[in-house]
């Protein structure tokens, strides 16, 4: 899939609030280049702003459950959602969700 690409106005660190393992996750599963990266914010919606589709968002299950364990359960995270909130799921609240205690910002 072809991924957005950060504009020149956004700082290669805008990921920096966001646990670093969950962006190097996200830019596995994306098979996205490195400075994707810049896109992985707390406000992205994994849909909207990242454009994941359904096999990136199956590949990031595997790869949080494997990186995190059994709790990281991606697919009984958005089984729990609607159309609206599965469209409105933001990196953010994919990290509390899935991540707690492991929050870095």
């Not at 990921?15 to 406000?43: C, N, Y």
């Not at 709790?71 to 959602?81: E, N, Q, S, V």
């Not at 469209?87 to 899935?98: D, F, I, K, M, P």
Request: aromatic share 2%; glycine share 10%; with cysteine.
């Amino acid at each position: 899939m072809e991924h957005p690409r950060p504009s020149p106005a956004q700082a290669p660190d805008r990921g920096a609030e966001v646990h670093p393992d969950l962006v190097s996750l996200l830019v596995a599963a994306a098979e996205a280049p490195p400075e994707w990266a810049a896109l992985v914010t707390p406000q992205a919606r994994l849909d909207g702003d990242l454009m994941l589709d359904e096999c990136e968002l199956a590949a990031l299950a595997v790869l949080l459950r494997e990186r995190f364990g059994a709790g990281a359960d991606l697919a009984a995270l958005r089984a729990g959602l609607g159309l609206a909130g599965l469209e409105s799921l933001t990196v953010g609240a994919l990290e509390r969700a899935l991540l707690p205690g492991r929050v870095s910002g």
